[in-house]
């Protein structure tokens, strides 16, 4: 069908022709959906609540969760081969229908909220040649923005299928100037720059070492949302062993990037003169390193790279519904699709609230910063439960043979869980909040799915959650109401 043949715009001719994808077109498709605009504004987003030493911890942290949760997605591609729609599919096998959904549902809240965090950051690169854009959230930037958001609209209706020159171009364009960027930057870097009030104790803004590291959380969380990617094509993958190795190669590469990006930029810009820095940001460190052109550089690179990433997560956000309007985890009208093999209902219900949110960005005036974090704070509920499924499999011993090593995975699973649960914790109220704001709706879709299929809607244990979600997400609404809590 045309959206697939979107969605494997990674792929070499042959892999096209076949319809399979090896490892190589897989770890592309990892890093494709990984490297997106977070990199670009990883100085500020970082020194924003942190100093060095934090924002090395939280790296340290942060590698050690992600890494177990790159385990358990490559364990899971090989023990379930028959779940091939990613992590709410391990979800809803491990742990009924109810958490399967809101597994579902908070995944798609993370990828559409997540493309209005793209067009913000679109707009705010695009400030630096029209100020009038400024930090993406004017009406002009607003109004752009929509724009843009309907043009792939219809190109995605018109069932596009030049998505694998469009792909090549926008993964030069945003790969090429990282490299540029860590290679001069390297040069340039200054220990006694970095060295500056390491621990950033002597700014009380920031407060303790601990509090700087939790803010750093959602930041890294952000940029490695998509190291689910090869999982949730693994239907497309020639090996399931593919979907294993590339998981693991796409990890370590964008680890790599990302630290080496956050953590040069500090010896060339101190944290509160990084802190400072209009987002994208690697194009104030790096204009501060050769001049102009470095500023110029990063703004283009961040524009091809996120109206890339753009299309690709609006693809993805309407596959979401569409797989499980299929399955009966959703309500059936989200899997229509049109002539030409789009899912039509999906993708209009994704970009209207896309477009949604980008009016309440003008009125609230809303930051990239902040709509990333409601996004990462979204998607903690399938990746919690990816965890806990593969920590499952290995205590009761399903799909493992006999005499079979389970530590190793048991482990992964269990410190996959820890870390999305500390994730949580980390958030904060404000962003939990907006997240139950959002999570609260779906119950609609999930009774509306339930009738549908004829089952029953609720288990006692299921209608205390479904109860307490609820009351949650209105005491949320009335907290933002009375202007208690603000987070956007």
């Known amino acids: 069908m045309a959206s697939t043949e979107i969605r494997l715009a990674t792929a070499s001719a042959p892999e096209m022709a076949s319809g399979k994808l090896r490892v190589g077109a897989l770890t592309a498709l990892v890093i494709g959906s990984m490297v997106g605009s977070g990199v670009f504004s990883l100085p500020q987003n970082m020194a924003a609540g942190a100093g060095s030493l934090a924002i090395m911890i939280g790296w340290g942290i942060t590698a050690i969760g992600m890494l177990a949760l790159v385990f358990v997605y490559q364990s899971l591609a090989v023990r379930k081969p028959d779940l091939e729609a990613g992590p709410y599919a391990y979800a809803k096998a491990g742990f009924g229908p109810f958490v399967g959904f809101n597994s579902a549902w908070g995944y798609w809240i993370s990828a559409w909220v997540g493309n209005v965090s793209y067009a913000v950051i679109v707009f705010s690169a695009l400030s630096y040649f029209f ?145 400072a820095l209009k987002n994208p940001s690697m194009a104030g460190v790096l204009e501060a390193v050769v001049g102009p052109w470095g500023a110029i550089l990063i703004n283009v690179a961040l524009v091809v790279s996120v109206v890339g990433a753009f299309l690709s997560w609006t693809l993805l956000a309407a596959e979401i519904p569409f797989a499980a309007g299929k399955d009966g985890t959703m309500p059936k009208f989200l899997a229509r699709e049109s002539s030409r093999g789009v899912p039509s209902a999906s993708l209009l219900l994704t970009n209207l609230l896309v477009q949604a949110f980008l009016l309440i960005t003008l009125f609230a005036h809303s930051t990239y910063q902040a709509l990333f974090s409601i996004a990462s704070a979204a998607i903690l509920v399938p990746y919690i439960f990816s965890g806990a499924y593969a920590a499952k499999l290995a205590i009761t011993g399903e799909s493992y043979r006999v005499g079979e090593q389970r530590t190793g995975p048991l482990l992964a699973g269990l410190l996959a869980t820890v870390y999305g649960l500390w994730l949580v914790y980390a958030a904060g109220p404000s962003y939990l909040f907006m997240c139950a704001i959002l999570y609260a709706p779906g119950l609609l879709f999930y009774v509306l799915a339930r009738r549908e299929t004829g089952q029953r809607v609720f288990h006692p244990i299921e209608a205390f959650l479904a109860i307490a979600l609820v009351l949650v997400g209105m005491l949320a609404a009335y907290e933002m109401w009375t202007g208690t809590i603000s987070p956007l």
Not at 144 to 162: K, P, T, Y
Request: charged share 10%; hydrophobic share 60%.
């Open 131 to 275: 100020p009038s854009f400024g930090d993406g959230n004017t009406w002009q930037a607003v109004l752009g923005a929509s724009v843009l958001l309907w043009l792939l609209h219809v190109l995605i209706l018109s069932g596009i299928r030049q998505a694998a020159i469009v792909n090549l171009i926008v993964t030069v364009a945003k790969i090429a100037p990282i490299f540029l960027f860590i290679g001069l930057v390297a040069v340039a870097f200054k220990i006694d720059v970095f060295s500056l009030d390491f621990t950033s104790l002597g700014n009380a803004g920031l407060g303790s070492i601990t509090a700087q590291v939790k803010s750093t959380m959602l930041v890294t969380l952000w940029v490695f949302i998509g190291i689910e990617g090869a999982s949730v094509f693994s239907a497309r993958a020639e090996r399931r062993r593919d979907i294993a190795m590339a998981t693991v190669l796409g990890f370590f590469t964008c680890l790599a990037l990302y630290a080496l990006v956050s953590l040069l930029s500090l010896g060339i810009l101190s944290q509160p003169e990084l802190a």
